[in-house]
C-alpha cells in the first residue's frame, strides 16, 4: 500500500477576510474532491486570511498512479483564479 502525501502553500491576496478566505478555499477543495477522490483538508494557518496550507492524500497499490493522481492535483490548483499557488512538496509513505 502507497500513501501519497502532497502539501499546499496558496496565497490568497484579494481575501479581505476569514470568510473570503473560505469561500476561496471550498470551492478548491470540493473540486479536489470530486475530480480526483483525495482527502483534502486545510493544515495550517487557520487564522491567517491571506494564507493557506492544504494537505491532500491518496492511497493506491501503486506509487505510479499515486503520483498521477497528486500531479493533476497540482495542475488543478495551478488552474485556479482565486489563489496562486506557493510552495509544493510531495511524500509517498509505503506499508
Do not use: P
Not at 477543495?29 to 491571506?50: C, L, P
Not at 494537505?55 to 498512479?65: D, I, K, L, P, T
Amino acid at each position: 500500500m502507497i500513501i501519497g502525501l502532497l502539501t499546499l502553500e496558496l496565497d490568497i491576496e484579494h481575501a479581505q477576510s476569514l470568510k473570503d478566505k473560505r469561500a476561496v478555499l471550498n470551492r478548491v477543495k470540493e473540486r479536489v474532491r470530486s475530480r480526483f477522490n483525495v482527502s483534502i483538508s486545510e493544515i495550517e494557518a487557520h487564522d491567517v486570511w491571506n494564507y493557506a496550507c492544504l494537505g491532500v492524500a491518496v492511497v493506491s497499490n501503486e506509487q505510479r498512479f499515486a503520483n498521477q493522481v497528486l500531479s493533476k492535483v497540482i495542475e488543478h490548483v495551478e488552474a485556479v483564479r482565486d489563489c496562486e499557488l506557493g510552495e509544493v512538496s510531495t511524500e509517498y509513505i509505503h506499508q
